[in-house]
């Protein structure tokens, strides 16, 4: 039961109410206050006020203030007109009720209200906070490219100024020689036959400069300088060969470093493969080709198996290993012959072996690991060792916990091991 | 590596854009004039010779010439500035001179090499340098051959494998240290690492060293001085500079290298009128421009007291990506600064100009 707080005290003026509320030692806060159009609520628990006014004000702009263990609202009347009292008081508990359930949809309403016209305004400042930062980019850009296309325009002016420089130059040039070269020549001529006696070099330096200074005119040079130059030029060099030694290289393809690491990868498997295959040579020169081939060889054992030619299927197993010691399915097969020969350990070793080899453990090699767990654990169940042989079988389940034959050989070393446990 | 910050940095403006109908495999500049030629393959498996002239914003076709076989490479380099003959290499190992007036009949032609002639050089041409005009080819057959155009057939040196050694295709030749008529000497730099320094005067191997990646693009600073500095390219977007003053007699020659890209260097040129400035193509469509400074003192003594060089240090002054396809083949115009044309294998010619060189 809320304890009602009653000592309220109000006045009012044409168009506003002022109410006093004192609190009684609650603490209150802005959301213990509820207001609506004729609908006034404090609730602080356990203490409770409220007041179903007398006429609807405007609660938007009202206001109430807290403090000093007092609230105190302003409240601003919809229509100004004096009231006869807070409350209304000859409302029945209906009405009243309605009017609260009224006063909490409104408010709900307008608190929805408010929400969505926050989000729009929010979205809005975001559009302008973007347009504006885009037309900062825009500009930021245009007058880089502004730079550019004055660079741009500087050049290609510069470009055809020299062009044109170019050609009135030559134009230029081509008069001003032709004079200067009806005067030289009678040095010229003098010169020429000097150099006959003379070395080549002191002179060149002279007439080379001489030339230079001409160099700019193309079509408009005398014979004169052009024999010459002729002249000046040594004899085609006496022909000779260098010898050249490369770096060794194996492949045909261009020196990558960053291919390198692979290169030498390949060579050494290449390497490694020959060394086995000239590793025994003499005894391999009377096999056919095909005998030389691990999996064809794999095969051959795998029909000598089924035919009953355990220790044929074994040689198979052997020469194949020899030539390619990295197949699993190998080691596998061979300790099944090994099983069937009864040669346990040997049996043992080649599953181990074979399941050295199956890792990574993927799904892919189930199948395998499971046959070479059970091969292992029927060996070391022949040899007695049965606890090892649990620990394959279970090893085996784990991996294909649906084959029952698995279980059921399981079981069976199970009760074994008890059986002997018991009696020992 | 330090950088030329901020607006006075060089700018690669791209001045032309010419669309071609087959690809160009090599563009040159026609010395003192604003025409360019490019060489390269059409799609019928005949070489195309196209000579343009910038005007304005334009390249203009000046002529068009084909030829049998498809043409990798050309050079300017051993004619003189009257003649302006253009010595080509082709797909099957043929060299070719020929005067653009007349293009029918070549002026000189060998059949060089067996294989294709991936890289041509001239010098001694052009006014630039003294000695005889020669030029150098080089080839998938492995052999490097220098020929005089006033000796028919056979060339005057010929650098060719050991007999019995598998032999390694040569990407690319320059000549450098024509500094008199005696001195020349040819770098190859070839696909399995190896670059070679011959020297024409001793007719003997100067120096060689492998830089792990196959060698696309060398060339001297100058070809006409005593060798100042000479740039390697290779795949894997690696390149190496050498301080070739300084020759120690078992380390050779000090170098810097600088990884650019992650794609091969094409190209490498130097500025004809800025030896320390070098542009570099890329497989990825870029251009590099970079400027390489030398060090306090070029020249130390070693531990035996023997001489080695110090190299410098590399800085990137500016970097633009052009196309997406790897940009083959580039050329500085001799006669205006900054002036160069690119042609890349997406079968465009681009004329670009490089603002701002002279402020570096």
């Known amino acids: 039961m809320p304890v009602w707080l009653r000592e309220h005290s109000w006045r009012q003026s044409l168009t506003a109410v002022y109410l006093s509320l004192p609190l009684r030692g609650a603490r209150a806060s802005a959301a213990n206050i509820f207001c609506s159009e004729q609908y006034l609520k404090v609730s602080i628990p356990p203490f409770l006020f409220e007041a179903v006014l007398y006429a609807p004000i405007d609660d938007t702009n009202s206001t109430a203030k807290i403090g000093n263990g007092n609230i105190f609202f302003t409240l601003y009347k919809k229509e100004p007109a004096m009231w006869d009292s807070l409350t209304l008081t000859n409302a029945d508990k209906e009405k009243l009720q309605h009017l609260r359930e009224n006063a909490v949809i409104k408010a709900q309403e307008k608190a929805k209200e408010e929400t969505e016209a926050k989000k729009i305004t929010k979205q809005e400042h975001k559009k302008y906070a973007l347009e504006a930062t885009m037309k900062l980019e825009e500009t930021e850009r245009k007058r880089i490219e502004d730079l550019k296309e004055k660079e741009r325009q500087k050049v290609t002016k510069e470009l055809e100024l ?111 493969a020959r060394r086995i295959i000239n590793s025994d040579l003499s005894e391999l020169e009377d096999l056919k080709e095909e005998e030389k081939n691990p999996d064809w060889l794999k095969d051959k054992g795998n029909k000598m198996f089924a035919m009953g030619d355990y220790l044929g299927a074994v040689n198979a197993y052997n020469l194949a290993v020899r030539l390619n010691n990295k197949l699993p399915l190998l080691y596998l097969n061979r300790a099944a012959c090994h099983l069937k020969l009864r040669n346990l350990h040997k049996a043992i070793e080649d599953s181990s072996k074979a399941l050295e080899l199956l890792t990574p453990p993927v799904p892919d090699n189930e199948n395998a690991r499971v046959k070479a767990h059970v091969r292992r654990g029927t060996a070391f169940c022949q040899l007695e060792l049965y606890t090892e042989g649990l620990q394959d079988y279970e090893a085996a389940l784990k991996i294909d916990p649906k084959n029952k034959i698995i279980e059921k050989d399981a079981e069976k070393i199970r009760q074994l091991i008890q059986g002997t446990v018991q009696s020992s | 590596m330090s950088a030329v910050l901020g607006p006075e940095r060089p700018q690669v403006v791209s001045h032309v854009q010419q669309a071609l109908s087959y690809t160009v495999f090599d563009c040159k500049w026609v010395p003192r004039s604003a025409r360019l030629m490019c060489l390269g393959s059409a799609a019928r498996g005949t070489g195309v010779i196209q000579l343009y002239e910038l005007h ?11 030829k049998p076989k498809p043409i990798k490479c050309g050079t300017f380099g051993a004619t003189s500035l009257q003649q302006r003959y253009l010595a080509t290499g082709d797909f099957d190992g043929n060299l070719n001179i020929w005067n653009l007036e007349a293009p029918e009949i070549p002026v000189y032609s060998v059949k060089g090499h067996k294989e294709i002639i991936n890289s041509i050089d001239g010098v001694g041409g052009l006014g630039i340098g003294e000695g005889a005009p020669e030029i150098v080819t080089g080839s998938r057959d492995g052999t490097v051959k220098v020929w005089d155009p006033r000796q028919n057939d056979t060339p005057v040196a010929n650098m060719e494998p050991v007999q019995g050694e598998s032999k390694r295709d040569c990407w690319t030749v320059a000549f450098g240290n024509a500094y008199n008529q005696e001195e020349r000497v040819v770098c190859a730099g070839y696909d399995n ?48 500079v050498f301080d070739m003053r300084t020759q120690h007699p078992t380390k050779g020659f000090a170098s810097v290298s600088e990884k650019a890209q992650k794609s091969t260097i094409w190209q490498v040129r130097h500025l004809p009128q800025n030896r320390d400035i070098f542009m570099t193509s890329g497989g990825s469509g870029s251009l590099h421009l970079w400027k390489y400074e030398y060090p306090a003192q070029r020249s130390k003594k070693d531990s035996e007291g023997s001489e080695m060089g110090v190299a410098g240090s590399l800085s990137l002054l500016q970097n633009v990506t052009l196309s997406t396809q790897p940009i083959s083949s580039l050329d500085w115009s001799p006669d205006k600064k900054g002036l160069c044309v690119c042609g890349a294998f997406d079968q465009t010619v681009r004329v670009l100009i490089v603002t701002k060189l002279n402020k570096i």
Request: glycine fraction near 4%.
């Open chain 1, 162 to 272: 020299w062009k044109n420089q170019q050609k009135d130059g030559d134009k230029y040039k081509s008069i001003q020689t032709k004079e200067e070269l009806h005067q030289e020549i009678e040095p010229l001529k003098e010169r020429k036959n000097e150099k006959m006696n003379k070395t080549q070099i002191p002179n060149e330096g002279s007439s080379k400069r001489r030339f230079k200074s001409t160099r700019g005119c193309h079509g408009s040079c005398s014979i004169f300088s052009q024999d010459l130059m002729e002249e000046q030029l040594p004899a085609p060099r006496a022909a000779a060969t260098i010898k050249v030694n490369f770096t060794p290289r194996v492949f045909p393809t261009a020196l990558r470093e960053s291919r390198v690491a692979e290169e030498e990868e390949w060579l050494h498997k290449q390497a490694e």
């Open chain 2, 56 to 66: 304005g914003a334009r390249l203009e076709v000046l002529r068009e010439i084909e």
């Open chain 2, 193 to 240: 690492g190896d670059i070679k320094l011959f020297d024409l005067k001793t007719m003997s191997l100067r120096w060689e060293t492998n830089i792990k990646n196959g060698v696309c693009s060398v060339e001297f600073d100058r070809k006409d001085i005593n060798m100042n500095k000479l740039v390697a390219t290779s795949l894997e977007g690696k390149f190496h």
